[in-house]
Every structure is written in C-alpha cells, then in structure tokens.
C-alpha cells in the first residue's frame, strides 16, 4: 500500500491532468491506469477562473473520477508565490495535501533547494501535507525530512525530458538512508521500463503526465506504466537476485540430488 500521510492507496501510481490532446482522453487514460491520485494545477487548470464552460467542464471530469486530488505549484519562482498558491488551492480544491514545486532555474526547471526548503516549513506549519518535488541530493532529503515531510518526491531527471533515472546511485542513497519515508519518483520517468527500474529499487510510487499524455495512445501507456509499476514493486517484494561477477550454472549437477516422479 502507499501510504500519503497516513492515507493508504492500492494503487502506487500517481497521474497528472495537462496536456492531454482531449478532456475524453485524459478522463480514459487516468481511469485506466489504476492510479488514485490525480494532480492538478491551479495556475493552469483554474475552473474559476478559465474563461467559458471550459474549466467547468475540466472540473466536473476531475470530480467524475472520485480520486484524491493533489494540488501543485507549478509555476513558481519564489516562496512567497508557492505558499500562496497552495493556500489558493486548499480553499479551492478542498484538500491539504499540496505537491510544493519551486522552480530555481528556468533552463532545466531545476527545483530551487534553498526556497523549496523555505516554502515546505512555512506550509507545514500552516497545517499542510508537503510533497515536495526536489531533486536527488540527500541534504535536501534530509532537511525535508527533519522538517516534517512524510512524503519526498524527487526527480529521477528533469521534468518532460523521459530520461529517466540519471543517477541511481544518488536515488538509492536517499532510499537507504530514509526507508521509512514514502519517497516517490516525480518526473523524468519517460517509458515503462523506466518506472519498473524505480520500483525494483524499493521507490513507494511514480507520478506521471507526459509519458502518459503524449504516447501516441496515451490510454494504452496508461495501462503499460501501470503493469510496469505492479511488477517492480512485486520484483522488489520478492527479493532481486544479486548480481554476480561470473556465470553461473542454472543446472548444477555435482552433488545434486535427481528429483525424479515416482
């Protein structure tokens, strides 16, 4: 089970709600998935403030899906911006859960560790559940830690690039050092085999959007990231076999016994 702040959830994938080529598609590809949270923004996806039915419309599939909603702060630059979304979206979406994005630096959308730091202690004293999306350095991990996050969320690469996990060692240094905290792997993941890697190594969860969002059919992706996730986790579950510096035979057959029906 993941467990978001005590909140435990079957399904350990996390889906977001941009950048779908239409409304039918994203509401078939989130429910294909399995995943039961959906992130949303308010800065992009405001149903108040969207002009027409359209953010209307967005809204009510949003609520036709009966998920938890996550909250991002995607956008912002500074702390006094990111706590004030989050504040916005509280009140608009009913919810203290809020995924605290900050970016830093606008060529790589890289998170700014010093204000992200900053922004989650400001939250987290105002009664928030921090996610907080930040990138593989352990010090960062640990501040967030020690501040109260029971959720980190670092990137496995830089958000939209599918890449994936650039620096496993740095992921599984994080995982190690904190193996009771829900850790999920937030962005880069661009391709099943990518998240499957992820779970092997004992990460909770993955958030998804683009992968999903702009396959080519992004409702059967949906469903190949959420076959890859269940299968990771069970690998990791069952116990990955070391690897070994030389082969090794599968059929020994020196002092074996020969197993034979009767």
């Known amino acids: 089970m993941l467990d978001i702040y005590g ?19 994203m509401q078939e590809s989130i ?61 608009l979406f009913q919810t203290d859960w809020i995924k605290l994005e900050l970016v830093g630096d606008d060529f790589n959308l890289q998170p700014d560790p010093i204000d992200l730091v900053k922004a989650t202690e400001i939250l987290l004293n105002d ?42 060692y740095a992921i599984q240094a994080i995982r190690d050092r904190f193996p009771d905290i829900t850790m999920i792997i937030d962005s880069g993941i661009g391709k099943p085999s990518h998240a499957m890697q992820a779970m092997e190594m004992g990460i909770d969860g993955i958030l998804l959007n683009t992968a999903v969002a702009h396959a ?15 299968a990771g986790r069970l690998g990791y579950e069952a116990g990955i076999m070391a690897e070994q510096a030389s082969a090794q035979p599968s059929t020994p057959t020196l002092d074996s016994p020969f197993w034979h029906s009767a």
């Open 7 to 25: 909140t435990q959830l079957p399904s350990r994938m996390l889906i977001g709600s941009a950048l779908y080529p239409s409304p039918h598609v």
């Open 127 to 168: 009664g928030f559940k921090v996610l907080p999306y930040c990138t593989d350095d352990l010090v960062i991990a640990r501040h967030l830690v020690e501040l109260g996050c029971k959720v980190i969320m670092p990137w496995g690469s830089p958000i939209g690039t599918g890449k994936g996990i650039l620096n496993p």
């Open 216 to 230: 080519q059919n992004p409702q059967l992706m949906a469903q190949a990231f959420k076959g890859a996730i269940e």
């Open 31 to 91: 429910r294909l998935s399995g995943a039961q949270v959906v992130t949303l923004s308010l800065s992009r996806q405001n149903p108040q403030a969207l002009g027409g039915s359209g953010g209307e419309n967005f809204w009510n599939i949003i609520q036709s899906l009966g998920l938890h909603l996550l909250p991002n702060t995607a956008g912002c630059h500074s702390v006094k911006e990111a706590v004030t979304m989050a504040q916005m979206s509280r009140e």
